[in-house]
């Protein structure tokens, strides 16, 4: 699980500026609901630029984000700050993290999870949450599955902005099950010239049946899995899967 966000973090609000994470939070809500739970912490794991974690202060829980990007970690203490939001932001390995407190609730969306590589280091993120949640507490996420729908060859993308150029070259390992995205990008400087710089993400596809199985290993009893956004269950032409997990 590589730290591939130093570069990309000046503008990946920018990028992701079509994510409604107001919607994710109120989502999440409903499934605590629906289960008749009641959460008055939580922690968002791989937050980024803190743009999944405000909403949640916003609501009055007692918030902590973490990320291995610094550079992410730093907008989003910006971001806290500037709307005198109470929130730990924590630069930690989501495989091992260590909170000072366990909470009522664990999230992780956005592909967080879908960064580690190994199907250890999977478990050992499980581990981890498992380690820092309540008794009863809810481990809810979400996790890439498009096997079915990415294209095998190679893909290439570009974004041009004023300030910046990105190219994305995409590329499904069937054999690794894995997902590579390579970016090249050109920043605009002072004096209009263009700093270069090159980025390699990859992210595992899991399969469903292999995340229930290590849930269960570690003591969390699945309560449903779901097409993102519904309480349909998952097909195999559904590109985001959410787990619920509960820690008995």
């Known amino acids: 699980m590589e730290n591939n966000y130093e570069k990309l973090a000046t503008f990946y609000d920018l990028l992701m500026e079509a994510i409604d994470y107001e919607a994710w939070v109120s989502y999440v809500e409903k499934i605590i609901q629906k289960l008749q739970g009641h959460v008055h912490s939580v922690v968002d794991l791989a937050c980024g630029t803190g743009n999944s974690t405000l909403p949640w202060a916003r609501r009055g829980y007692h918030t902590f984000g973490i990320d291995l990007s610094e550079a992410m970690l730093k907008q989003a203490r910006q971001k806290a700050e500037a709307k005198n939001l109470k929130i730990t932001f924590l630069q930690q390995d989501i495989r091992g993290f260590k909170l000072e407190e366990a909470v009522d609730l664990v999230v992780c969306f956005q592909d967080g999870l879908n960064y580690i590589l190994e199907s250890e280091g999977l478990r050992q993120a499980f581990q981890a949450v498992s ?3 309540k008794e ?5 996420f979400d996790l ?3 096997p079915q729908i990415i294209p095998k ?4 993308s ?5 300030f910046f150029t990105l190219i994305w070259q995409t590329n499904f390992l069937e054999k690794e099950n894995i997902w590579e995205i390579k970016v090249t990008g050109f920043i605009k400087t002072i004096g209009n010239e263009y700093e270069k710089f090159y980025e390699n993400h990859k992210e595992r596809i899991y399969h469903p049946s292999e995340v229930w ?3 269960t290993e570690l003591g969390f009893t699945v309560l449903g899995t779901y097409q993102a956004f519904t309480f349909d269950p998952p ?3 559904t590109p985001r899967v959410v787990f619920i997990g509960q820690k008995l």
């Open 131 to 133: 380690n820092n949640l």
């Open 136 to 140: 009863r507490g809810y481990f809810i």
């Open 144 to 146: 890439n599955y498009l």
């Open 153 to 156: 060859n190679e893909q290439v």
């Open 158 to 162: 570009v974004i041009d902005e004023d």
């Open 213 to 215: 199985a290590c849930l």
């Open 235 to 237: 097909h195999v032409q």
